[in-house]
């Protein structure tokens, strides 16, 4: 019988179902965590439809996981069981290249193993994440979690706090910073909560004005309603630096014009069509735009232990397994404040 | 009698012709130049038939001036008749603004005075440029040069030699960096120039066989054809940096894919089409895009100082004031090795 139960995407049309498969057995290296809690990130779905192309079935989605361990192979040093576990984005990488020696797997010049929908580097197993009872990762991609903090709401931290996070330090965004964040959902509102608790003046941009309260109570100052030109013409030039969480189309012209002098757009949403750049935008205040991809491990343990310090964590919805389709069509939707999560005690009865 | 004799675009459709106007008075800041050479950029085109909207005619183009003071006004501490000078892009602005005070007068909140095609701060005397026998300038956007270098060929340095030094110091090029410059026109011959000055690793990238020889001469150490998949596939993730001076319509993602970790593409060129964007390829390595625009007046003066320490000028092709038609038409084919510069003398006789 096989070790590990989970859902699973079969094909790019139909919706998810239960899927039983085994994990491989722990290695030296490795460490067995029984998993607690799974977000459900964007990505998710744009993966499960093969919206990005080559989409690898089946296919276990869940790649922001929270756990418990339960087995550690005979070389292990961080972990023992009963630690609370964390596994993100990827779960393993080339170790040798000169990005992997700069703590930034994530960059690994081979390519990083996502945690699923990727190969791992035996070239033939398929890596499945987190909408599953138990994973098995080499320890050196496996991060210490607080059991301070609330499991459920630590779980999206793994990768919409790690992408918000790693661009917000990677522009110094510190006391007084002006911070715009477009586009509140899962990363923008962890976007809200790291700018301000690192002491920015921090103002939620977006399109729909019934986002201004919740956007102040996650710690924004400000609201910019980027529909109404006479709000958007008085914030002209206002920024250092906005954090453009945006995953629908749009053009960056809107928010590049908002940039101050050596103004930086932070790009971590990702929108299906590529959008236009108007040079003249760019070069005027000397703009920069800057992408940004998650996080190396040595990072995201230190994003995971300042949110343990300073007591940050996603708002979360709790679902079961069993809900999972209807809660993509939600997000579809964008109606999820502001990330679901999946307690996977639901996949265990 | 008018005191200055100049040719304009009249409108966007002719050629340009003989005008003759006259300079404001020296007031007591004003320095007043007789001309001696005037460079002939890319941007005098777009602004002569109004491609980029909102020209203002009649025009008088030119914004790579140098010259020989022949008056000073009483207040004036920094020149002397006789003195060699030089002129840009910009003529004037506001002074007082955050910018300003940080010396990037480029960058003026209020907006920057164009040499040309923009209207003086008294809101009502239309700026004109260096197609002219002399001009009239505030000692603040007036320049030193050096009168050890060939001037015809120091004229390119106020426009296109600023417009690249700027954004290479900004991205702290230096020994050792792996810098690529795409387009060899105008500004990219002297972005290979300072590249390699400044110590780095210089790779031209072009669609153009033809122009290895001469990008080597200039300084390249490599010769990158964009358009073999071969070697492009072998550079990718390669440069640190690359200054994108190509102002024909094109992709950004070409480029993009070529910059390693951390990579920069300093854009300087102005396609008249905005490009597009892939995200993924700017998030992948972390790569940024760093818009950037001339440079302000202590800057500018740094650059020419450098280049008379270092002997660089531009790469130039004199013509007469009455050839001044044909050498757009010769522009627009490319043919050009690198820069046209105007010898002022023969609109004297």
Redesign the interface.
């Known amino acids: 019988m096989p070790n590990t139960k989970a859902y699973a995407a079969y094909n790019a049309q139909d919706p998810l179902k239960p899927f039983d498969f085994d994990r491989r057995d722990v290695r030296p290296n490795d460490v067995q965590i029984e998993i607690l809690f799974c977000g459900v990130c964007h990505s998710d779905i744009h993966q499960a439809r093969d919206e990005w192309g080559g989409s690898i079935y089946p296919m276990v989605p869940g790649h922001e996981i929270v756990g418990r361990v339960i087995k550690t192979g005979e070389q292990v040093t961080k972990f023992k069981p009963g630690d609370i576990a964390g596994v993100g984005v990827l779960v393993d990488s080339c170790r040798v290249c000169?990005?992997c020696e700069?703590d930034?797997e994530n960059?690994c010049?081979e390519g990083m193993t996502g945690t699923y929908n990727s190969m791992e580097r035996d070239g033939k197993t398929i890596a499945q994440g987190g909408y599953s009872t138990q994973i098995v990762v080499d320890e050196k991609y496996v991060l210490h979690v607080s059991d301070k903090l609330d499991l459920k709401a630590v779980a999206p931290l793994l990768c919409a706090g790690i992408t918000t996070y790693s661009p917000l330090r990677?522009a110094n965004v510190g006391k007084g910073t002006k911070v715009g964040v477009a586009g509140l959902g899962g990363l923008g509102h962890m976007g809200v909560k790291f700018a301000a608790s690192f002491g920015a003046e921090v103002t939620m941009l977006s399109t729909s004005p019934n986002k201004e309260a919740d956007a102040k109570r996650l710690g924004a100052h400000h609201f910019l309603l980027t529909s109404d030109e006479a709000q958007m013409k008085k914030y002209e030039?206002y920024f250092d630096v906005i954090l453009n969480c945006v995953s629908a189309n749009h053009s960056?012209?809107k928010y590049l014009n908002l940039l101050g002098?050596e103004g930086k757009m932070l790009?971590?949403?990702?929108?299906s069509e590529?959008?236009?750049?108007?040079?003249?935008?760019?070069?005027?205040?000397?703009?920069?735009?800057?992408?940004?991809?998650i996080g190396g491990m040595k990072e995201t343990q230190e994003m995971l232990d300042y949110c343990a310090e300073h007591n940050i964590v996603a708002d979360v919805e709790v679902i079961k397994m069993q809900e999972i389709n209807e809660a993509y069509a939600r997000m579809l939707r964008g109606d999820v404040h502001y990330r679901f999560v999946i307690d996977l005690e639901s996949l265990k009865k």
């Open positions: 000169k990005h700069r930034m960059y010049v990677y030039g960056y012209e002098l790009v971590v949403g990702l929108p590529n959008p236009q750049l108007s040079p003249f935008a760019l070069i005027t205040n000397r703009r920069s735009i800057v992408g940004s991809m």
